[in-house]
Structure formats: C-alpha cells, structure tokens
C-alpha cells in the first residue's frame, strides 16, 4: 500500500502555506531517497522553533507521502485549523485522560495501513540551551517495535533562525535557508520480539534520538554533545540511563 492519498485538505494548506515558504526561506533539502514509496513507516524529528512543522511538512508533502501528526487535543477545536487537521486526519493527543491510549492505538492502526506516523519524540520545543535534540519520549519506540515499520530520523534547522524557540516575533530577513535532512531507517532488529520494558523502550529511544542527533551534527558542521537534555529535570543524562519513574510515553 501507498498509504494515505493526498486528499483536499493537503492540496488546500499546500496551495495556502506553499508560496510564503518559498518566498520567504531558501531551501536545503536532503536525503528524500530514505522516505519510503509504498508501506507503512514512521519518522522521528527534531523540534527547535513553532515554524519547524511547515518546514518539515513542506519537505513530507514534496517526497508525496503525507505525514499524519500527533498533536495537543485542544487544537482540534472549531476554526480553519481545527477543520484542517481534521480533515486530514491528524492525531489528537489527549494527554493525562482517559483517552491518552487513544493516540498510541490511532498511530498503530495508520502505520499498519501503510500511512506516514510523524513523531516529535521530544513531545515540546527543544529545551537544551545549544537546540540540540534532548532526551525522547518512548511512544516513537512503542509503535515501532509494535508494528516493525522503519523509523526514518530526520533533523532540520533554520526555522529557529527565523523564530527561535519561545520568540514572539519572527526575524525573516536576512532569508533563512530551511535545511530538512532524513536519515536511512535506524536500525531497531534488535528490540524484535523482546518484551517492551521500560529499559527495552529507552534503549529503542536512545537509538533513534541518537540518528536524529547524527543527522544534525552533520547539517551543523559540529559534534552532537554525548548527553541528552532531559526537560523534567533540566539537566542532560547520558543514552542509556534507566528511565526516570514519570517519564512520559508519548
């Protein structure tokens, strides 16, 4: 299967967000030949600034295999934007409820159907104070074991150029070159058939986090640091450290 069909609402936000993206950005586009043509999978991304999605999506929807989100509940209520994720089928999230499993199951369901599950496993805007990828949450892991689908890493920069995280106001000129970089699938055979633990699922995590860094390192020209920033605690901890007890999945 060639997953989901690029249906009206995508060509509507295409032909609407499209033109102020290329005329206000510059574009850095590498390694499309890793987005899968036909089958189920996953991607995993960086998250450093607001405008970051477009810049990740505009790259998604050019490779003609449309990315399905996981995003805040909340979002999804009434307006223009509302409309649009739901007719394109986006995931709500409904976090700390009854129907926090609801997205978990959804993301599963639309891998197996041969559809592009977008993950932003940091679950928020980057905190480490020099935009590298911090610590993921395991929901990217969950499906992937579950299902086996390839996890494609991708890294992007410049959108936090243009607004840095928590700005309030964007800075377009100088034009920003938007640089959206995927990986080869992460290998995660190693996790098949093992009982998805809380050790199995950070070491999963760990593995794809570290492609996602790899991948930035390379577009930024410098090391990515060992450790990984952790939000809850504000302080970085190296791959392979055992979960902390609140660690959320998603």
Not at 20 to 44: C, N, S
Not at 94 to 107: L, V, W
Request: hydrophobic share 40%; with cysteine.
């Amino acid at each position: 299967m060639s997953g989901r069909r690029i249906g009206f609402w995508y060509r509507m936000a295409a032909v609407l967000v499209k033109p102020p993206l290329v005329v206000l950005f510059k574009r850095d586009w590498r390694g499309m030949e890793h987005i899968p043509a036909q089958g189920g999978f996953i991607t995993a991304i960086n998250h450093n600034s607001h405008l970051d999605p477009f810049s990740y999506a505009h790259f998604q929807y050019n490779s003609g295999r449309v990315p399905r989100f996981l995003i805040k509940a909340g979002v999804f209520k009434g307006g223009f934007v509302g409309a649009f994720l739901r007719g394109t089928s986006q995931i709500p999230v409904y976090r700390e409820s009854t129907n926090a499993a609801n997205a978990f199951r959804a993301a599963v369901d639309a891998v197996n159907k041969g559809e592009c599950v977008a993950f932003y496993p940091e679950g928020t805007l980057t905190r480490d104070p020099a935009l590298w990828p911090m610590r993921g949450k395991t929901g990217a892991a969950r499906v992937a074991l579950l299902t086996k689908a390839p996890v494609i890493p991708v890294a992007q920069w410049g959108a936090n150029e243009a607004l840095p995280p928590y700005a309030k106001k964007p800075r377009f000129f100088p034009r920003k070159t938007l640089t959206v970089h995927a990986g080869p699938p992460v290998d995660l055979s190693a996790y098949y058939g093992k009982e998805p633990t809380a050790e199995v699922l950070r070491a999963a995590t760990d593995d794809i986090m570290a492609a996602v860094a790899e991948l930035l390192s390379e577009v930024r020209g410098e090391p990515a640091p060992a450790e990984r920033y952790e939000y809850r605690t504000g302080t970085s901890r190296a791959a392979g450290d055992p979960p902390a007890a609140d660690e959320e999945s998603k």
